[in-house]
């Protein structure tokens, strides 16, 4: 379980950051001491840090910029400063990942998962697996001893998200905001036609029920 | 002028050999001359500067002083005088841009209150009629509320004084797609299909600032939709001096006497009185925005058709310097 640690001084946001990490799955925690922040983020032993640049009293670049110097633990700076001066500073002193408020909660996970997926030793090129099939993005295949499923684009994007979140639930939100973000400009319809070919695909190869529908929340790879 | 005059007397008095007690008598009148016309300089010019230090001391709107005083008779002063006009009028016409712009700014502001009065009020009606209300709902209410901090924030940074952007090359595509990403629930409720062209080029733009922009224009098109089938294209075109993005809808478009003045402060037009949706500025700031940036931007529309809005984003510097609008 990924460790993430808030720096943040809105108590309001705090709460429901945690909420929002933990039910994706994550352990998260929030910084009390903000006089000795750099100790309590080496200390911390988090995977990932989300950091307010606007904290009063602390400067969000200076602080970055020391932690950096000491440990490699990845940093998304999360502000309502919009300015790209901003983001270019936050950047060159080591941020992974920059990213403004109000921010639609579900590209904050899909950020964090994807720099987490960049810094995870353990996670890298391993081809994925599924009950014995291979999972072969790049050729859109998944493929067996004995049998072969050719997925379209769409198709393995919502069957690798599915997999990735294996056993937990994926709202259809996180799957939309995954096609577009990989310039698939689905609408609901699609989606749901996207679902039931990939269910039957999956059922053919042997797999009726590999995806479980959870009503009003999402879709699950069992 | 005094020496003038003495040096003259004492040429025709040497020309007349007049008697010698005559011509001391005109010597010692013209030494008396010379000694009143300076003392009379001195009390003249002593007058003008008493008068004016004293005005000065006693008037808090200094810059009114030309007023108070009359233009003082002699040359090196009348030099001073329209210098010091000079001055103050170039200083007044400057402070009274800032007059003018921070009214501007007002009345901006009091638009802007009662426009973002209307989803914080539909919010809290929304919360009141309780259970059955989708999030969703709630969301785009929550997204409505967002934009409009988002145009304040840059109707400030478009004033012409204001420099704070960064240029640097920024991918058009990563542009979009986060622009598509931020309005992708919108778009999905309204049922308009969001197109995007391959899209290779790289530009030198504020990336914020760009994202700002295209936000607006989408929005503009989510106003403005077409009944059915609406969908929303990106693409561009290029040559040697410049790269164009297109953003193509096919919503109810511009009436042709409108299309002139889209870009102006508190434009509204037929659409915006027909459609009662609009505060104007939002292709206001774009344009002004633009304008900073060094990119240009134009507007084709036909009415009950389309409309595509093209930015110009100059290859080299010189491109843009010619023919501004």
Same mark, same amino acid.
């Given at each position: 379980?990924?460790?993430?640690?808030?720096?943040?001084?809105?108590?309001?946001?705090?709460?429901?950051?945690?909420?929002?990490?933990?039910?994706?799955?994550?352990?998260?925690?929030?910084?009390? &001491?903000?006089?000795?922040?750099?100790?309590?983020?080496?200390?911390?032993?988090? &995977?990932?840090?989300?950091?307010?640049?606007?904290?009063?009293?602390? %400067?969000?670049?200076?602080?970055?910029? #020391?932690?950096?110097?000491?440990?490699?633990?990845?940093?998304?700076?999360?502000?309502? #400063?919009?300015?790209?001066?901003?983001?270019?500073?936050?950047?060159?002193?080591?941020?992974?990942?920059?990213?403004?408020?109000?921010? %639609?909660?579900?590209?904050?996970?899909?950020?964090?998962?994807?720099?987490?997926?960049?810094?995870? /030793?353990?996670?890298?090129?391993?081809?994925?697996?599924?009950?014995?099939?291979?999972? %072969?993005?790049? #050729?859109?295949?998944?493929?067996?001893?004995?049998?072969?499923?050719?997925?379209?684009? %769409?198709?393995?994007?919502?069957? /690798?998200?599915?997999?990735?979140? #294996?056993? /937990?639930?994926?709202?259809? &939100?996180?799957?939309?905001?995954?096609?577009?973000?990989?310039?698939?400009?689905?609408? &609901?319809?699609?989606?749901?036609?996207?679902?039931?070919?990939?269910?039957?695909? =999956?059922?053919?190869?042997?797999?009726?029920?590999?995806?479980?529908?959870?009503?009003?929340?999402?879709? =699950?790879?069992? | 002028?005094?020496?003038?005059?003495?040096?003259?007397?004492? $040429?025709?008095?040497?020309?007349?050999?007049?008697?010698?007690?005559?011509?001391?008598?005109?010597?010692?009148? +013209?030494?008396?001359?010379?000694?009143?016309?300076?003392?009379?300089?001195?009390?003249?010019?002593?007058?003008?500067?008493?008068?004016?230090?004293?005005?000065?001391?006693?008037? !808090?709107?200094?810059?009114?002083?030309?007023?108070?005083?009359?233009?003082?008779? +002699?040359?090196? $002063?009348?030099?001073?005088?329209?210098?010091?006009?000079?001055?103050?009028?170039?200083?007044?016409?400057?402070?009274?841009?800032?007059?003018?712009?921070?009214?501007?700014?007002?009345?901006?502001?009091?638009?802007?209150?009662?426009?973002?009065?209307?989803?914080?009020?539909?919010?809290?009606?929304?919360?009141?009629?309780?259970?059955? *209300?989708?999030?969703?709902?709630?969301?785009?209410?929550?997204?409505?509320?967002?934009?409009?901090?988002?145009?304040?924030?840059?109707?400030?940074?478009?004033?012409?004084?204001?420099?704070?952007?960064?240029?640097?090359?920024?991918?058009?595509?990563?542009?979009?797609?986060?622009?598509?990403?931020?309005?992708?629930? !919108?778009?999905?409720?309204?049922?308009?299909?969001?197109?995007?062209?391959?899209?290779?080029?790289?530009?030198?733009?504020?990336?914020?600032?760009?994202?700002?922009?295209?936000?607006?224009?989408?929005?503009?098109?989510?106003?403005?939709?077409?009944?059915?089938?609406?969908?929303?294209?990106?693409?561009?075109?290029?040559?040697?001096?410049?790269?164009?993005?297109?953003?193509?809808?096919?919503?109810? $478009?511009?009436?042709?006497?409108?299309?002139?003045?889209?870009?102006?402060?508190? +434009?509204?037009?037929?659409?915006?009185?027909?459609?009662?949706?609009?505060?104007?500025?939002?292709?206001?700031?774009?344009?002004?925005?633009?304008?900073?940036? $060094?990119?240009?931007?134009? *507007?084709?529309?036909?009415?009950?058709?389309?409309?595509?809005?093209?930015?110009? +984003?100059?290859?080299?510097?010189?491109?843009?310097?010619?023919?501004?609008?």
């Amino acid at each position: 379980m990924k460790k993430i640690l808030i720096v943040e001084d809105d108590r309001a946001i705090c709460e429901e950051l945690k909420i929002l990490l933990e039910t994706a799955g994550y352990t998260a925690d929030v910084l009390e &001491d903000f006089e000795h922040s750099e100790a309590e983020i080496l200390d911390s032993k988090a &995977d990932l840090v989300l950091l307010d640049i606007n904290i009063p009293g602390l %400067n969000g670049e200076m602080l970055l910029q #020391r932690i950096r110097k000491k440990v490699e633990i990845p940093v998304i700076m999360v502000t309502s #400063r919009t300015s790209e001066v901003d983001e270019v500073l936050s950047m060159s002193y080591g941020a992974d990942d920059y990213i403004t408020k109000p921010y %639609n909660p579900t590209i904050l996970l899909l950020r964090i998962a994807v720099v987490l997926k960049r810094t995870d /030793q353990t996670l890298r090129e391993e081809e994925e697996q599924y009950c014995g099939l291979c999972v %072969n993005s790049a #050729r859109g295949v998944l493929s067996g001893e004995n049998t072969e499923i050719v997925l379209t684009k %769409n198709e393995m994007i919502i069957f /690798q998200t599915l997999l990735h979140k #294996r056993g /937990q639930i994926v709202s259809r &939100d996180e799957l939309m905001t995954n096609l577009w973000d990989n310039h698939e400009f689905i609408n &609901d319809n699609a989606l749901t036609v996207n679902i039931s070919r990939l269910r039957g695909k =999956l059922a053919k190869a042997g797999f009726p029920d590999a995806i479980e529908t959870k009503k009003k929340q999402g879709y =699950l790879l069992l | 002028m005094a020496a003038c005059w003495l040096i003259l007397m004492s $040429g025709l008095l040497m020309l007349f050999q007049v008697n010698r007690s005559l011509r001391m008598i005109l010597a010692i009148s +013209f030494c008396t001359m010379l000694v009143i016309g300076f003392l009379w300089d001195i009390i003249r010019k002593k007058r003008f500067y008493d008068e004016m230090e004293y005005n000065l001391s006693h008037i !808090d709107q200094k810059y009114l002083v030309q007023e108070m005083i009359s233009a003082p008779p +002699f040359y090196e $002063g009348t030099l001073f005088w329209q210098a010091m006009y000079e001055c103050n009028k170039s200083m007044c016409e400057a402070v009274n841009d800032y007059k003018v712009s921070v009214e501007d700014f007002k009345n901006y502001v009091e638009m802007w209150v009662h426009e973002v009065k209307l989803p914080i009020s539909s919010l809290e009606l929304m919360l009141h009629n309780g259970e059955g *209300i989708s999030s969703a709902k709630y969301r785009e209410q929550l997204r409505r509320l967002d934009q409009y901090t988002d145009q304040v924030l840059y109707y400030v940074r478009s004033g012409h004084t204001e420099n704070d952007f960064l240029l640097q090359k920024i991918d058009l595509q990563k542009v979009i797609i986060k622009t598509a990403l931020k309005y992708r629930e !919108d778009l999905l409720l309204h049922q308009i299909d969001f197109k995007m062209e391959h899209i290779g080029q790289t530009v030198m733009t504020d990336g914020k600032w760009l994202e700002f922009i295209l936000g607006q224009i989408v929005w503009n098109s989510i106003k403005y939709q077409s009944e059915t089938d609406s969908y929303i294209c990106f693409f561009t075109e290029e040559d040697e001096q410049k790269v164009i993005l297109n953003i193509y809808d096919n919503g109810i $478009g511009i009436p042709e006497s409108d299309q002139k003045h889209v870009f102006k402060k508190s +434009f509204t037009g037929e659409n915006g009185r027909k459609y009662a949706k609009s505060t104007g500025m939002g292709l206001y700031i774009v344009k002004k925005l633009c304008d900073n940036l $060094g990119h240009r931007v134009e *507007i084709q529309s036909e009415q009950g058709k389309y409309t595509n809005v093209r930015i110009l +984003f100059a290859k080299n510097d010189h491109f843009f310097r010619e023919g501004t609008s």
